[in-house]
C-alpha cells in the first residue's frame, strides 16, 4: 500500500540556462549565467567580483548550447512521459520573453516557444511547474541597472510575471518565483545579478536586493491569482536544515542562525512580514533595508505553497572557520562526521529530509512541493553499453522514503520532482560530468559530445516507483 496521496506529483526538473543553450536564438538576450565561463575564471564571476561583461572567444561557456533542449524538448517531455511523469519542472528564460528585461513588449518567439513546450507536455498530461526566474536575470538589467540592487527591478519582473501567467493561461497552473531565493547570499552574482564595488557593504547591497525580490514576488503572486484564481504560486528554498555540530549551547544557537539566514526569505513569503529576529540580525550587520509605503501590505500577499531543494542536511558550530568546512550546494557547512558525503562532498542524509519537511511544515503551515533532489554523480556505460546507476537509485529510494515518512507525520506534500532527470549542466562546476538524470545525455566538459539521449538503469526503476505510486520502491 502506497503511503502517497492519490494525484501526488511524480516528475523530474530541468532548468532553462542549464538545459535549453540556443542562447542566442529565437530574439534571446544575453544573462548573467551566459556571462559565466567554465574553469577558471567561473568563481570569480560566481561570486559578484568579475566585471569584465564581454564573451570572451578563448572561454567555453556551458549555458550556451547546454543539452539543446531548445530544439530537443519533444524528445525529452516524450522520454519523461514514458516513465509516467504527471509532472514537470523547468524554467522560462526571462531573456527569451524580455531579451533585455526592460522592454515594454514581449518578444513573441519566445512566447511560441514556451507555449510549445507546455502544449507538448499536455498532450501527456504533464503538468508543468514553471519557474520565473532560475539564476538567469537578463544581463543588460545588471549593466544598466545594476540588477536587483535597483527598485525599477520590481516593475521589469511584474510585468514579465504578468505576460507569462496571460501568455500561458490555461496550460500552466504551477508556479515558482524565485528558484532558491536564499542561494543569492551565498552566491550573489548567479543568485540575483549582484555584482560589487570595492568596499562596500555586501549585506547591505544583498538585502536590500532581497527586499526588491521579496515585493516583486508577492506582487507576482498577487497578480498570478488576478489572472486566474486557479494558479497556484510557490516560494521556492534551497533546503536543508543545519544541525548543531554539537550540544554546546553556542553551537546550538549558530545552527539557529544559520537556518535562519536562509529560511528569512520564506519567513516572509510564506507568512506576509518581515520576521522578528530580522531587526537584530540587520543592526548587527549594518544593514538598513529602504522600504517605500505600502511594502508591508504587499508583502501579505504570501504563497499557496512552499517549495524547496533537498540534497543534504548542513551542520553548524560557533567556529564555522574550522577546517572541516564543505559547501554542500553552495551553502557553508561543516563536515558532519556521522553521514556518507557525494564525490563532491554533499551530505547523504535521507532522514535529514524527513527532519527539515517537519521543520518547514512547523514553521509555515503551508502543503510543500519537494521540487529538486538528486545525486550527482558520475556515470560510465558498462560492457553492455548501459548504464547501472543504482548509487542513484539507492540515494532516490531513501529520500523517497523519507518524503513517505514525512506524509505519515501528517504533512501535505504536493509532488516531487528530481533534479536534473535529463542531464544537465552543472550549477556550480558547469560541467556535464556531474550528472543527476535518468536519462544519459553524450555530451562532456568541454562540450563535445553527439548530444543523443540514452536510458540508464535508474529510468526503469523511476518508472516502476511512478506507477505504483511510490509503493514498489
Ligand atoms: C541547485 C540549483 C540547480 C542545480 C542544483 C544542483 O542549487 O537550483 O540549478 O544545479 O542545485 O547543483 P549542481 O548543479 O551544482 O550540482
Redesign the pocket.
Known amino acids: 500500500m502506497s503511503v502517497f496521496p492519490q494525484g501526488f506529483l511524480w516528475g523530474g526538473a530541468l532548468?532553462a540556462n542549464?538545459s535549453e543553450g540556443g542562447f542566442r536564438e529565437g530574439g534571446k538576450g544575453l544573462t548573467t549565467v551566459d556571462m559565466i565561463p567554465h574553469g577558471a575564471n567561473r568563481l570569480p564571476v560566481k561570486l559578484g567580483q568579475e566585471k569584465r561583461f564581454a564573451l570572451r572567444d578563448d572561454e567555453y561557456y556551458p549555458s550556451h548550447e547546454a543539452i539543446d533542449f531548445y530544439h530537443r524538448y519533444k524528445e525529452d517531455i516524450a522520454l519523461m512521459a514514458e516513465m509516467g511523469f504527471t509532472v514537470f519542472r523547468t524554467s522560462i528564460a526571462w531573456s527569451r520573453l524580455y531579451p533585455d528585461g526592460d522592454e515594454l513588449t514581449p518578444n513573441p518567439e519566445g512566447i511560441a516557444f514556451y507555449r510549445a513546450v507546455f502544449e507538448e507536455c499536455k498532450k501527456y498530461n504533464i503538468e508543468p511547474l514553471v519557474t520565473l526566474c532560475?539564476?538567469d536575470v537578463p544581463m543588460h538589467l545588471v549593466v544598466e541597472y545594476g540588477s536587483w540592487r535597483n527598485r525599477k527591478m520590481v516593475e521589469f519582473f511584474t510585468r514579465y510575471a504578468r505576460t507569462c501567467f496571460e501568455a500561458f493561461d490555461g496550460l500552466v497552473k504551477y508556479w515558482l518565483t524565485f528558484?532558491?531565493i536564499n542561494?543569492m547570499l551565498h552566491s550573489p552574482f548567479s543568485g540575483a545579478g549582484l555584482v560589487f564595488e570595492e568596499g562596500e557593504n555586501q549585506d547591505q547591497v544583498k538585502y536590500q536586493a532581497a527586499h526588491h525580490e521579496l515585493i516583486a514576488s508577492a506582487l507576482a503572486t498577487k497578480i498570478a491569482h488576478e489572472v486566474n484564481p486557479q494558479n497556484q504560486v510557490g516560494c521556492m528554498l534551497?533546503g536543508g536544515n543545519f544541525y548543531p555540530y554539537s550540544c554546546k549551547p553556542a553551537d546550538v544557537w549558530m545552527a539557529l542562525e544559520k537556518d535562519r539566514e536562509n529560511l528569512f526569505f520564506i519567513d516572509v513569503q510564506a507568512r506576509g512580514a518581515y520576521p522578528v529576529y530580522a531587526a537584530r540580525v540587520f543592526r548587527e550587520k549594518g544593514v538598513t533595508i529602504h522600504k517605500e509605503q505600502g511594502d508591508d501590505e504587499i508583502l501579505k500577499n504570501t504563497v499557496d505553497f512552499v517549495s524547496f531543494?533537498y540534497?543534504a542536511s548542513r551542520c553548524a558550530s560557533a567556529d564555522m572557520n574550522a577546517n572541516n568546512t564543505s559547501a554542500a550546494?553552495?551553502v557553508k557547512s561543516l563536515r558532519n562526521p556521522h553521514i556518507e558525503v557525494s564525490e563532491?562532498g554533499w551530505g547523504i542524509d535521507p532522514l535529514g529530509l524527513r527532519i527539515t519537511m517537519n521543520m518547514m511544515y512547523d514553521r509555515y503551515q503551508k502543503p510543500l512541493f519537494l521540487v529538486?533532489n538528486?545525486l550527482?554523480a558520475k556515470d560510465e556505460f558498462n560492457d553492455r553499453g548501459e548504464i547501472e546507476d543504482d548509487y542513484r537509485i539507492s540515494y532516490l529510494r531513501e529520500h523517497i522514503r523519507a518524503i513517505g515518512d514525512a506524509i505519515e507525520d501528517g504533512i501535505p506534500v504536493m509532488g516531487y520532482t528530481t533534479?536534473?532527470c535529463i542531464d544537465l549542466?552543472?550549477?556550480?562546476?558547469g560541467e556535464m560530468s556531474?550528472r543527476?538524470g535518468f536519462v544519459y545525455v553524450d555530451r562532456d566538459d568541454a562540450g563535445h559530445g553527439s548530444l543523443a539521449r540514452s536510458r540508464k538503469k535508474s529510468f526503469w526503476w523511476y518508472k516502476k516507483v511512478i506507477a505504483s505510486n511510490g509503493a514498489d520502491l
Request: glycine residues 12%.
Open positions: 532548468a542549464q532560475h539564476f528558484n532558491e542561494i534551497a531543494s540534497y550546494n553552495i563532491w529538486e538528486g550527482g533534479w536534473g549542466v552543472s550549477a556550480s562546476t556531474k543527476y
